[in-house]
Nanobody, 121 residues
Framework: QDQLVESGGGLVQPGGSLTISCQAS????????MNWYRKAPGKSRELVAS??????????EDADSVKGRFTISRNNARNTLYLQMNSLKPEDTAVYYC????????????WGRGTQVTVSS
């Protein structure tokens, strides 16, 4: 069983918006720091945004490349992570991955299979 499943990717025009989601199952979701990563062809994997677990409520961090355009959020009651992406650029094109890291042990972590986001006219 996949613990993390991403959805919501697709094709969007430059300047457009898209929200992707990550549904968690079989996890104590609230105790995991959640991250969005992306991997574009020919580039290394990039940490896009992070949001704290229940012990670090209010912690959020964004990469400089998306600051002011992307917003990470979570709904612990629904075991769901979100990434709202605005003012999208062609360089945002990538496979976006959801990652969960246990709050007291970073070696305990899970990955989703990714969702493709393509920004093109």
């Amino acid at each position: 069983q996949d613990q993390l499943v991403e959805s919501g990717g697709g094709l969007v025009q430059p300047g457009g918006s898209l929200t992707i989601s990550c549904q968690a199952s079989a996890l104590s979701f609230q105790y995991y720091t959640m991250n969005w990563y992306r991997k574009a062809p020919g580039k290394s994997r990039e940490l896009v945004a992070s949001i704290g677990d229940i012990s670090r409520d209010g912690f959020r961090e964004d990469a400089d490349s998306v600051k002011g355009r992307f917003t990470i959020s979570r709904n612990n009651a629904r075991n769901t992570l979100y990434l709202q992406m605005n003012s999208l650029k062609p360089e945002d094109t990538a496979v976006y991955y959801c990652n969960a890291v246990w709050f007291t042990d970073s070696s305990r972590n899970y990955w989703g299979r990714g969702t493709q986001v393509t920004v093109s006219s």
